[in-house]
Structure formats: C-alpha cells, structure tokens
C-alpha cells in the first residue's frame, strides 16, 4: 500500500519540473545499447510466450529461469517451457506494455514494465486487468539472457465511495 502523499508533495514536484531546463523536459534521454538489448530481449520473450514457441523461448532463456506467477507460483526452466508447447496453445487476450524501466547493472539488468490485458466481460463488456513485470536478464557469452520474471498484480483503484445519507 502506498502512503498517502501530503498536499505540499504536487506542489513541489511540480516547483521542481518548472525548475529544469525546458530543453531537457522536451527531449528524452536515449536509451544506451545495452538497455535497449534487454528491452528488445523482453520484447521477444513476449512474442515467443503468445506464440508458443518454446524452442524461441529456450533460446531466449538461461537454464537458471525461474518465474513467479501473479499467483505465487514457482516455475523453474523445465516446467515453464512445458506450459508452451504448441498443442496447449491459447488465444492470448490483447495486451499493452507501459511504464518500461530498464536498468543495467554490469552482466545483470532489470526491466520493469506494466503490461495490461483487455479481457472479454459479461454481455460483450471487457475488463482490463493490469501486473506489474520484472524481468531479470544476464549477459554472458551467448548475449543477454533472462534469468528470471516475476509478475505481481496491481489492484484497480477503489470506486469512489457515495456520500453518506443523512
């Protein structure tokens, strides 16, 4: 749970922005190579996941893997690539990525992302549901491999409450 933010906080965030360059508010830092190998390795992971590659996967892959599930669940290497195999395949619902932070620490990097589905409701409604997705990825001698995801769910923002009847 996040705490909640005092008033002053928007105000001096705010102050802060309005103090940088207007040159660095209007051009985006570029991504250094090494960071965007490990996005595109995400990417690429992702696609091999909905396609059900597993041969992609594996090569994608370090044999240390290890994922958790938004559930908790655990699977290593082996159990993970035997949930893609093509004849268990499934229609992937659509989904989006956002909020992508990728971060290089020497051979290990991070890559942190919000991916949200689009997923069918009652009486053709749709409902998104969104996780967060962390990534670890290794470089070795093959290149950057993942080692590693994790996928925690974010709650949807409560309803406003109605004000109380008197």
């Known amino acids: 749970m996040?705490?909640?933010f005092s008033l002053c906080s928007p105000l001096v965030a705010g102050c802060w922005l309005l103090a940088l360059p207007s040159?660095?508010?209007s051009s985006p830092k570029p991504a250094k190579p090494a960071e965007q190998e490990v996005a595109q390795l995400v990417r690429d992971f992702r696609a091999?996941?909905?396609?059900?590659d597993p041969a992609a996967l594996a090569r994608l892959l370090d044999e240390r893997?290890?994922?958790v599930s938004p559930r908790g669940e655990v699977d290593e290497y082996a159990?993970?690539?035997s949930f893609y195999k093509p004849e268990l395949r499934k229609v992937w619902?659509?989904?989006?990525?956002s909020e992508e932070q990728v971060r290089v620490l020497g051979t290990t990097a991070l890559d942190v992302l919000?991916?949200?589905y689009t997923l069918p409701g009652p009486g053709g409604t749709t409902r998104t549901q969104a996780v967060r997705a962390t990534f670890v990825a290794q470089r070795g001698p093959a290149g950057w491999r993942l080692v590693g995801a994790q996928y925690t769910g974010?709650?949807?923002a409560p309803a406003p409450s109605a004000p109380a009847a008197n």
Do not use: D
């Open 23 to 25: 040159q660095a508010q």
């Open 93 to 97: 619902p659509p989904i989006s990525a």
């Open 79 to 81: 159990r993970f690539l």
């Open 114 to 116: 919000t991916l949200t």
């Open 48 to 52: 091999a996941e909905q396609a059900y």
């Open 154 to 156: 974010i709650m949807p």
């Open 2 to 4: 996040r705490p909640p």
């Open 65 to 67: 893997y290890v994922e």
